[in-house]
């Protein structure tokens, strides 16, 4: 399985756009970058998930670019309670989720 | 919206006792999945079951065991308990794989059981 990177932390303010880039090198073709959500004491939820170009709903938008060795996760005008861990995964379809250490964004007033 | 169920909530254990997890998935799921979270730790695959048969199998004790019923709930047995066992167990579920949904690996998480070990 493919493993990636992501900044262990970010900080950002309310009504901010925030980005979080995820390398993924070993990427294979079958993989999809899947992102998820986590609040403490709760389970992951999942936000996005795309194969290649741009993807988006209604609560993020998903960059990946043409080599898909990297994505990024773009949140728009974050609140507080955007404040959780953000995991970036690659895996192919329906199958485990493999969890690396996600990014806690921290999202003050 | 139905969520996954998970029961109990919290649970508290002695050394070399044994516990039962029980998971209900969401009405139509038929994949369940069990993670183990342990505190300050990113969430760990231990097994999955699709259509009630064994799909794969992650970084699983042997002393723990699962199954999942005919009607789709899934049970984990963890037995001989260790301290190392306290975590938060989730257990997950998602969409028959011909639903035509476009995210394939949007599972469905529970709200989680907390395994204390004393």
């Known amino acids: 399985l493919a493993k990636t990177t992501q900044p262990i932390s970010m900080d950002s303010y309310e009504g901010q756009e925030v980005n979080i880039t995820c390398s993924h090198n070993n990427i294979a073709t079958n993989d999809y970058i899947t992102w998820y959500q986590q609040f403490p004491s709760q389970g992951p939820r999942f936000i996005i998930q795309g194969y290649k170009t741009k993807v988006t709903n209604e609560v993020a938008s998903l960059f990946i670019p043409a080599d898909r060795k990297s994505s990024t996760l773009s949140l728009p005008r974050v609140s507080l309670s955007d404040t959780a861990v953000y995991y970036c995964l690659v895996v192919p379809a329906f199958q485990k989720l493999v969890f690396g250490t996600g990014t806690r964004l921290l999202v003050s007033p | 919206a139905a969520g996954v169920i998970q029961s109990p909530r919290h649970l508290i254990k002695e050394k070399r006792e044994t516990a039962t997890l029980k998971c209900y998935p969401i009405p139509r799921h038929d994949t369940v999945y069990w993670y183990q979270q342990g505190p300050g730790q990113d969430p760990q695959f231990l097994i999955s079951?699709?259509?009630?048969?064994?799909?794969d199998k992650g970084s699983i004790p042997d002393r723990f065991s699962a199954q999942q019923f005919s009607d789709y709930h899934s049970e984990l047995n963890m037995s001989s308990l260790e301290l190392g066992d306290s975590a938060l167990y989730f257990c997950?579920?998602?969409?028959?794989?011909?639903?035509?949904?476009?995210?394939?690996?949007?599972?469905?998480f529970g709200p989680g059981t907390r395994l204390t070990v004393l």
């Open positions: 079951f699709y259509e009630k048969m064994q799909s």
């Open positions: 997950a579920s998602s969409l028959p794989r011909d639903a035509g949904t476009p995210s394939y690996n949007e599972q469905f």
